[in-house]
């Protein structure tokens, strides 16, 4: 990888748009796939394979569903197109969550919260902090991020972004892993579609 295709990764770009060429090359691959399946399916159903048939009726209902859902995701990848922007409409309220741990590092927050005060769009952040570390509230404070003491909550990242939610009141919620690192302009790109 060059190192232009390397500064790339960190600048937002849309998707592209598929070509017939890339439709024909999917249509293929699903009819192979088809063609594979029945063909297996063939091999499948003779009588010499049915020992038992109660076994034999469990084991073919499992395997066939799975098959059907592979079939069903084949199709549905036919209809992906990229979405039209719908524009985020002003005055949501809207808060980020991230969530640390003992034992993660510092730097890491640092990353991702810096990440979050360069958002766009009109929104708070909140770090819900478990560590016990004074460090950890210097940098939400750094990052004008709200610094919330979550600790001994139950049930790890789910306990404390429930008594986050019992403790702020905004209408949206974006949950983040401290090792994300969203783009400037994600909240302008998604909101538009709730």
């Known amino acids: 990888m060059n190192k232009t295709s390397q500064d790339n990764l960190w600048s937002f770009r849309r998707a592209k748009k598929d070509s ?36 034999f009726f469990l084991l073919s209902l499992i395997l066939w569903y799975g098959m059907l859902r592979l079939i069903i995701i084949w199709i549905n990848y036919l209809g992906i197109k990229r979405p039209v922007k719908t524009n985020a409409p002003a005055g949501l309220n809207v808060a980020i969550f991230t ?66 939610l019992t403790k702020t009141s905004e209408d949206f919620i974006l949950v983040l892993d401290p090792d994300h690192i969203p783009f400037p302009n994600f909240l302008d790109e998604v909101l538009g579609f709730f």
């Open 99 to 164: 969530t640390s741990s003992p034992g993660e590092p510092l730097s890491m927050f640092e990353k991702t919260l810096e990440a979050c005060s360069k958002i766009t769009y009109p929104h708070t952040t909140y770090l819900l902090d478990d560590t016990k570390d004074p460090r950890f509230r210097e940098v939400a404070e750094k990052y004008g991020a709200i610094w919330l003491g979550l600790v001994g909550i139950p049930g790890a990242k789910a306990g404390k972004i429930n008594a986050a």
């Open 20 to 55: 017939r060429i890339q439709k024909f090359f999917l249509i293929c691959l699903i009819m192979a796939g088809s063609i594979s399946i029945f063909r297996f399916a063939d091999w499948w159903f003779r009588a010499e394979h049915v020992g038992n048939i109660f076994l």
